[in-house]
């Protein structure tokens, strides 16, 4: 499994696992035919779903572990006691470089826990952050940190920026992506100290791409930048939000058409219309957040989803891996510390 592409995959973890894991990875196989699969799980749950998928047992090896890590676990938790789990040994794999990265649906602390102590950031990078990608008018976007700093100082910030403006040029396949500070108003004037600071390193940097400057909440499903940058409080907040409103809708849409018998007749004519409009906005078609800012692939799939949306998660780690995104950040991030000590030189 050491050569090649190789995917390490948490088979225990998420709401319907193992079964959903495996074939999802069959799925991902169709995919992307150059993947092997390493397994981690419980053999007498996982063999036979691999028995039953031949050609993806083809390019597959199973590790036998009964110890996994559940959602309950404190990370704390999960890092003194989990060293036999599923979750660990699958990201043990990338760090011994049987596996070029982790996928896993299960505890999203316990999984950022383990895989920042096994891992360990980069150089130049004081926090891991968590990005995700998802819908917007004008084509997708990449958000982060989503969750995993609450508090944030501008160094966060511009380490985000580095970090998202990757995920856009390896994930999304923006060549030159634009990137903006969420913050209360576009105005330089706004916001607090952190985000202006941060606002002149980025204007100064030389990243690829361009800095926008600031934008506001309803930039985020405009689609105004390729990357959108935040602390982990606010950028949580708004996913949710963004959640929120769209199940929200989605409802109100299915209250309309139930609402008489001719309503019901405007949803059978407008049935095809709103199928393209569902299969564009489906999350799963979005699953997969990154741990950025590791020595390692790691990529956090939704506990709930399905195979589909499983599939969709591994698709992210390829992208990740075969499109060099840890030598990507690496030597960005170089590039920003060479700039900013000749700054503080010619200070």
Request: net charge positive.
């Amino acid at each position: 499994m050491s050569t090649g592409l190789a995917i390490s995959l948490d088979a225990m973890g998420g709401d319907n696992a193992p079964e959903m894991v495996v074939r999802g990875a069959d799925i991902a196989r169709r995919r992307f035919p150059q993947a092997k699969f390493l397994f981690f799980g419980d053999e007498a749950k996982v063999r036979p779903l691999l028995d039953s998928l031949p050609d993806l047992k083809k390019v597959s090896a199973l590790r036998h572990t009964v110890s996994v890590v559940t959602m309950e676990d404190k990370p704390s938790q999960a890092l003194r006691s989990g060293r036999g789990s599923s979750m660990r040994l699958a990201i043990d794999a990338v760090h011994n470089g049987e596996a070029n990265a982790v996928v896993s649906a299960g505890n999203t602390g316990a999984l950022m826990a383990m895989a920042k102590f096994v891992l360990k950031t980069m150089p130049g990078i004081d926090r891991p952050a968590i990005a995700s990608f998802f819908p917007t008018l004008r084509s997708e976007s990449v958000m982060l940190d989503l969750g995993a700093n609450v508090q944030c100082d501008a160094e966060n910030l511009v380490q985000f920026a580095v970090m998202g403006n990757v995920f856009a040029r390896t994930v999304l396949g923006v060549r030159e992506p634009s990137m903006g500070l969420l913050n209360v108003g576009s105005e330089e004037l706004k916001g607090h100290d952190a985000v202006k600071v941060a606002s002149g390193i980025l204007r100064q940097a030389t990243l690829p791409g361009k800095f926008y400057g600031f934008v506001e909440g309803d930039d985020i499903t405009r689609g105004t930048v390729d990357v959108i940058v935040t602390d982990g409080f606010t950028g949580n907040v708004a996913l949710k939000s963004i959640e929120g409103a769209v199940k929200l809708y989605s409802h109100f849409l299915r209250q309309t058409f139930k609402s008489s018998w001719i309503a019901g007749i405007g949803y059978l004519l407008a049935r095809p219309a709103m199928n393209a409009l569902r299969a564009r906005v489906d999350p799963r078609r979005y699953n997969g957040a990154i741990f950025m800012g590791l020595n390692g692939v790691c990529v956090k799939s939704h506990g709930g989803t399905d195979a589909f949306g499983f599939a969709n998660a591994i698709g992210v780690a390829v992208d990740m891996v075969t499109n060099g995104a840890i030598e990507k950040m690496r030597e960005d991030f170089a590039l920003l510390q060479a700039q900013t000590s000749a700054q503080a030189a010619a200070l």
